[in-house]
């Protein structure tokens, strides 16, 4: 009887484990979609990236020479500097904060119109660094739209997913909650079951956060267009919003290992 007691409990336990990882992963993939309420300030921060700045610079200043063929004559290394440095300035660091916010409601479903990154703050910081004492060429740049137009068929919507997401992270942890509980009760030998649960929640902190922190990194040397550099420099800037959650479990898990010992 208390071999099959064992067994039943070893099951629970496995299960549990299984479920606690679903719902830790989906509560961190929800979390890097919703990103608290901070998604201005982890654009400002992805924007202090030379790599993230340099890839915005290429698509604005693209986009700039087209809608105003007048701009050909200033060289482009020139204007590209000019929006990189446009690009640290508070006003124009906001404004493309703002740009962020809607592409990021946008993958949660709640926003389906077209996205415009840029705009009249940056193109008066550019039109000041290009041109500060010649008034005709100034309010020329200034009339220019330094921005790119994302159309909304062009950002992918993940709208579904997150309302799944949260239907998932109810449910898994209502499940794993009830398995280890019955697992721990079932159990004979009710410490080594605890510090089995601790040190999984050690292994998942450190492995999963491990894989997140470096995920950026790999995409960052992987995607050379443009866009993938900005998405790169956005996720790296983003890890705190998932930090929380690995360090809580990790947290959590060294205290089990520990009440595991003292049992």
């Given amino acids: 009887m208390k071999f ?18 679903v719902c830790l992963t989906s509560v ?3 979390q890097s979609i919703q990103l608290s309420g901070q998604v201005s300030t982890y654009t400002a921060n992805a924007l202090k990236n030379p790599s993230v700045r340099s890839a915005v610079s290429d698509l604005i200043v693209a986009s700039a020479k087209t809608s105003n063929p007048v701009l050909a004559q200033i060289p482009t290394n020139i204007l590209k500097s000019a929006v990189d440095k446009g690009l640290t300035e508070p006003p124009v660091v906001s404004e493309l904060g703002n740009a962020a916010t809607q592409i990021q409601q946008h993958l949660i479903g709640f926003n389906s119109g077209p996205i415009v990154i840029g705009g009249p703050e940056l193109s008066s910081a550019v039109a000041e660094i290009v041109a500060p004492n010649n008034l005709a060429e100034k309010k020329l740049i200034e009339a220019t739209p330094f921005s790119v137009t994302i159309a909304n068929s062009s950002i992918p ?4 997913y997150y309302r799944w997401l949260n239907s998932t992270v109810k449910f898994s942890l209502y499940a794993s909650a009830a398995l280890l509980v019955a697992s721990l009760i079932l159990s004979a030998k009710k410490n080594r079951t605890l510090r089995k649960i601790g040190l999984w929640f050690v292994g998942f902190s450190l492995f999963n956060g491990a894989i997140f922190w470096l995920l950026p990194k790999y995409l960052s040397s992987h995607l050379q267009s443009s866009p993938g550099r900005i998405t790169a420099g956005v996720l790296a800037a983003s890890t705190a919003a998932v930090e929380p959650i ?6 959590a898990g060294m205290l089990l290992t520990i009440v595991s010992f003292l049992l």
């Avoid at 099959?4 to 336990?13: D, E, F, M, N, S």
């Avoid at 919507?157 to 579904?160: H, K, Q, V």
Wanted: hydrophobic letters at 65%; a positive charge; zero cysteines.
């Fill in 4 to 21: 099959l007691r064992q067994r039943v409990a070893g099951i629970l336990l496995v299960i549990g484990l299984a479920f606690a990882w």
């Fill in 28 to 30: 961190a993939l929800r």
């Fill in 157 to 160: 919507s993940f709208g579904r």
């Fill in 246 to 251: 690995y360090i809580v479990a990790l947290g």
